[in-house]
């Protein structure tokens, strides 16, 4: 089993910056790739980066990749998403996740929630106008 643990979100002005934390801990696979989505009061879920454990790549949804940016820490088995000139619509809570990968997909930084098979329980970030 694996156990993801969200932390960083809170109440910030438009215009400001969260940095969030995912801490990574239990039967970590070998491969994998972390995921953070979003999801806002009566909106579906959505996607908002993802980064390859071992590649370092990483994938971003077009509304957030100038502002965003997604990093890992091997030593702490943590990942975060540093949020910068956040707006309102960056409204939500903001999940967690880890996807495990076959060592024929060692590069990859998926996008598809489905794919993902282990959630944290979820960071508000509320951004004030």
């Known amino acids: 089993q694996v156990h993801l643990v969200e932390s960083g979100g809170g109440l910030v002005q438009a215009g400001g910056s969260l940095r969030l934390s995912c801490a990574t801990s239990?039967?970590?696979?070998?491969?994998?790739?972390s995921g953070w989505f979003r999801q806002a009061p009566g909106k579906e879920r959505e996607f908002v980066a993802s980064i390859n454990w071992n590649s370092g790549n990483t994938h971003y949804a077009d509304s957030v990749k100038v502002r965003f940016t997604i990093s890992r820490d091997i030593a702490k088995n943590t990942v975060y998403l540093q949020m910068n000139s956040l707006e309102p619509e960056d409204t939500a809570v903001y999940y967690c996740?880890?996807?495990?990968?076959?060592?024929?997909?060692?590069?990859?930084?998926?996008?598809?929630?489905?794919?993902?098979?282990?959630w944290g329980q979820g960071t508000q970030v509320t951004v004030s106008s």
């Open positions: 996740a880890l996807d495990p990968l076959p060592s024929s997909r060692r590069s990859e930084s998926p996008s598809d929630a489905d794919e993902y098979d282990y």
């Open positions: 239990g039967r970590i696979p070998s491969n994998y790739a």
